[in-house]
Structure formats: C-alpha cells, structure tokens
Nanobody
Framework: QVQLVESGGGLVQAGGSLRLSCAAS????????MSWFRQAPGKEREFVAT????????YYADPVKGRFTISRDNAKNTVYLQMNSLKPEDTAVYYC?????????????????WGQGTQVTVSS
C-alpha cells in the first residue's frame, strides 16, 4: 500500500502561482510514476501532468503546458506541481496518483493509488 497526501492548495488571484506537494508513504514509492489530475465542479476528472519514477520523462495536458511543471524528490518521497500564470479555469480539486508505469499514470482507470485532493481556487 502507498498513501498519498496532497498539500499546498489555496486561493490565489489570476496570474499568481502555487506549488502543490504530494507526500508518499508506505511501500517503496520511488519506483512509481506519479501524476496530477484535477476535477472542476460539475466536470470529470482530467489528467494534468505525469512524471516517470526517475524524473527523466514528463508529459503535460495541453491546457497547462508552459505554465505548470511537475517534479519529484525521491529522497523525500514527494512530487510537486509548480503552477504559474494561474487562470480561473484552473480552479479544481487537484489529486495526485501513482501507477507502475508512466503510461498507466496518465489514465484514471489505471492509477493504483490516489490522494484525497487539495482545493485550488483562482479568482479573476
């Protein structure tokens, strides 16, 4: 079992920045690919970004490319999501997830572990 706990959400004005953290504990977590997903009110959960367990490969959803950066520190078992130039449409609950491969980590159905989510609200 792997437990994931997100933090760092909050209220920010449009154009501002936030950094989300996802701390992993339990079974060896450094071998998992990690992702961030988000779910806005009334919408389905969607993929945001993913990173391989080495950190050498990353992918981003088109709406966040160039604004968000995913990174990880395996020594701390923590994954980060740096969010810059935030827009009101980025408002959502952000979830981190873990999967055995980066391909699996990009799909909701194939992620093995999930955090409880952290709220990000961007005001206009």
């Amino acid at each position: 079992q792997v437990q994931l706990v997100e933090s760092g959400g909050g209220l920010v004005q449009a154009g501002g920045s936030l950094r989300l953290s996802c701390a992993a504990s339990g079974r060896t977590s450094s071998n998992y690919a990690m992702s961030w997903f988000r779910q806005a009110p009334g919408k389905e959960r969607e993929f945001v970004a993913t990173i391989s367990w080495t950190g050498g490969t990353t992918y981003y959803a088109d709406p966040v490319k160039g604004r968000f950066t995913i990174s990880r520190d395996n020594a701390k078992n923590t994954v980060y999501l740096q969010m810059n130039s935030l827009k009101p449409e980025d408002t959502a609950v952000y979830y981190c997830a873990a999967a055995a491969t980066i391909a699996q980590a990009m799909a909701i159905k194939t992620c093995t572990y999930w955090g409880q989510g952290t709220q990000v609200t961007v005001s206009s």
